[in-house]
């Protein structure tokens, strides 16, 4: 079974948001050419989004940079994924954070903090605070990729953005479980994998914007390897992740993805 990472980290302690683009590079739209094109389905886009959100397994070295306007923190992060919900992720650096590490086993999610030699469960109202104080929520953390089975999508459109043709979905949540219930999300033509999404609340207010970009040809498949978060209720925050090293199809011990792992010493 595929491990999906989303935009969740389910787009990020599975992969802080790395997704899998299995199209060929496509060339730069002129806007003529764009206006002609055929507009396919929601159905059509959500569901080709999905495939290319989800791999086998895969280890990556991650670097996250979170500031609150005033101050950049910075950290250093190797992730691993296995399957559709194991994933787990330790920290590196900074020297105050290293060995800290998080564990999720389907919709179960631990932390480890070395300092104080103990493990809490994050669950409740934990899941929305951000994790190291990032615009990237616990709760985005365990969100799944599965859009086309979670909402309901209309096209509103086609717009070239940085020279590539991009389709404006609508998306609206099918029931209350889901975290946003709608989503504005610009799908790329070429590589079918959102670039940018914006994210709102039941109310209509815009919660937060996801941007992805840089994306690089690795081991065949089309990889974003930026992403910037912005949580629109902190004024001045944002959280930028950047994929330094990522190998895919990789052997991973079952030991990674159980508590013994979470708990071993350096």
Not at 53 to 78: C, K, N, P
Not at 241 to 248: A, D, G, M, P, R
Request: charged share 25%; proline share 3%; net charge negative.
């Amino acid at each position: 079974m595929k491990h999906a990472v989303a935009l969740s980290l389910g787009l990020v302690i599975g992969g802080l948001g790395l997704l899998a683009a299995r199209s060929a590079v496509a060339a730069p739209v002129p806007a003529a050419e764009a206006a002609a094109k055929a507009t396919p389905s929601a159905e059509e886009l959500l569901t080709a989004m999905d495939g290319n959100l989800q791999f086998e397994t895969r280890t990556a070295v991650i670097q996250m940079d979170v500031s609150d306007g005033r101050r950049t923190r910075s950290y250093e992060m190797i992730s691993f994924g296995r399957g559709e919900s194991d994933s787990a992720i330790e920290y590196r650096s900074p020297e105050r954070e290293k060995g800290t590490r998080m564990l999720k086993l389907g919709d179960q999610l631990w932390m480890y903090m070395p300092r104080a030699e103990r493990t809490q469960k994050i669950s409740g109202h934990m899941m929305r605070q951000g994790m190291m104080g990032s615009d990237v929520s616990y709760e985005d953390m365990m969100t799944g990729s599965d859009f086309a089975q979670q909402y309901d999508a209309v096209v509103l459109g086609s717009e070239v953005v940085d020279g590539r043709l991009h389709w404006k979905v609508e998306a609206k949540a099918k029931d209350t479980t889901v975290t946003y219930p709608r989503r504005l999300i610009w799908i790329d033509d070429g590589y079918r994998i959102p670039t940018k999404q914006e994210l709102f609340a039941l109310s209509g207010m815009l919660m937060k914007t996801w941007t992805m970009s840089d994306v690089q040809n690795v081991e065949g498949q089309m990889m974003p390897m930026r992403m910037e978060i912005r949580d629109a209720l902190r004024e001045g925050s944002s959280t930028v992740i950047v994929t330094t090293e990522l190998k895919l199809g990789v052997a991973l011990e079952d030991e990674v993805f159980s508590k013994r792992w979470l708990e071993r010493s350096q």
